[in-house]
Structure formats: structure tokens, C-alpha cells
């Protein structure tokens, strides 16, 4: 609903708006190293299950910090078109049901995920942009590439499938250039990508504090959703081909 609401606001004010007589000091690319803080992700550990409460029961990841990469080529006074790439990872500690014995025990997990975004987006340059400050809207698709990451003592779990997993963002954006060539960039990114990922444990049972642990399933199934709002700090370089 969030990406939903924010495409129109895009498209309104790309429809609205005038044209604009800023650019880019005549550069037409640029590149830039940022820093990525997304605020929340969840691990949906039983995706398939027919119970709606274990089917909706997630484990949320807070506070996530990767770095991204983007280069972006200016096609018109207005329009900017752009590719960017992030490395996303974060764990965090649970515990998971195992039999011992012939009886249940819970015992520590360290759970998370991978994932590499690459994402195709349209900027529009607003036109109340001046020389020195650039605004910028835009939207566009992207490819996400994630893995599990799970750990239970010295067994882990290893993504043997995944799904073809695409998805729609929105970006606002803010450079101050403070020189001609170089730029602070400020963006807000809006997304809410979701995939299923199918893994297998390297060993199961195993040795845990004396006791020969069997987990439930061999094979298991998550779901990872990245549904918090993005928020990016880098620096740009401005150059003319």
C-alpha cells in the first residue's frame, strides 16, 4: 500500500510539474559509494504452513546498515535513468524446537539473510532544483538475489532453490553539490520486496552439550520480507562523457 501511495505521488508531480533549467553543471554521469539503513525485515519461518497463525508468525530483523553502489546517466535536462547494486545482510539470535532423546528441546539459532538488490529507476529532476541543490522523484523495478542464513551450533543451512523474485520501488532524493563534480546525496527509498527461498541442513542430527539434537525437517522453507523504508547517505561523483 506504502509503494502504491507513493507511485502517485511520483507521477503527479512529474505530470504537474514544468520543466527546469537545472543540470548537473553539463555532466551526464555520476557515481556514487553509499551507506544503506533500513529499518525493518521479516523471516517468515513456516510460509506453507495450513495453520494462518504459524503462516503469518515472523521473526523481525531490525536496524540493517549495508553499502550500495549506483551509477546514473542524465538523459534530458529532466530525466535521469539509473542502476545501483546493495549488499544486504543481518542475523539475529532465536531459538528453534529439536527432538533429544524422545523429547522437545529449544535450542539457540542464529537466523537471517542475504540478499543483493539491483534495481532499474527513472528520476525525474524537479523543477524548483537549483544549482547547488538537486530534487529529485523517481520509481522503477529491480531483481533481488537473497539466501537464508541459519546456523544451529556447527550445522547450517544451505539455499538449494529460490524464486524469481522482482519487485517495484520509489525513491526521493536530495544532492547538494558543494563542488561541481562532487555531491551529497540524501534519498528515501520505498520498497517491499518478498521471495521464497527453499534450504537444506548439512547435517542433521548432530552433537549438541552431550546430546545427539534431530531437527524437525531435513528440507525447510522461508519466506524473507524486506517491508521497512530505506534510508541512504553517499557521496557522488559528477563526470562528463
Known amino acids: 500500500m506504502k509503494v502504491r501511495f507513493a507511485v502517485f505521488i511520483v507521477l503527479f508531480i512529474v505530470l504537474s510539474a514544468s520543466g ?143 524464486d524469481f523474485a522482482y519487485g517495484i520501488h520509489v525513491v526521493a532524493s536530495m544532492d547538494y553539490l558543494p563542488l561541481p563534480f562532487l555531491s551529497v546525496r540524501l534519498e528515501m527509498k520505498f520498497r517491499d520486496p518478498q521471495f521464497n527461498l527453499t534450504n537444506t541442513y548439512t547435517k542433521n542430527p548432530f552433537d549438541y552439550n552431550g546430546q545427539t539434537i534431530t531437527l524437525p525437517q531435513n528440507k525447510f522453507d522461508t519466506r524473507i520480507n524486506v517491508d521497512g523504508i530505506s534510508f541512504i547517505l553517499g557521496t557522488v561523483f559528477h563526470f562528463q562523457l
Open 20 to 162: 527546469t533549467n537545472a543540470q548537473y553543471n553539463n555532466r551526464n554521469f555520476s557515481v556514487s559509494l553509499n551507506g544503506v539503513y533500513t529499518t525493518t525485515a521479516q523471516i517468515f519461518l513456516y510460509p506453507n504452513s495450513s495453520d494462518p497463525v504459524l503462516r503469518n508468525n515472523s521473526t523481525e530483523i531490525t536496524h540493517l546498515l549495508n553499502p550500495s553502489f549506483d551509477i546514473r546517466y542524465r538523459l534530458t535536462d529532466d530525466l535521469i535513468i539509473g542502476l545501483s547494486a546493495e549488499y544486504m545482510k543481518k542475523t539475529t539470535t532465536d531459538r528453534i524446537t529439536a527432538f533429544a532423546n524422545n523429547s522437545t528441546v529449544s535450542i539457540p539459532v542464529n537466523d537471517g539473510f542475504e540478499l543483493i538488490p539491483v534495481e532499474l529507476t527513472v528520476y525525474y529532476l524537479l523543477p524548483f532544483s537549483t544549482d547547488n541543490f538537486k530534487f529529485l522523484m523517481g520509481g522503477g523495478g529491480a531483481y533481488y538475489y537473497g539466501s537464508q542464513i541459519r546456523k544451529i551450533s556447527d550445522v547450517e543451512g544451505i539455499t538449494t532453490g529460490r
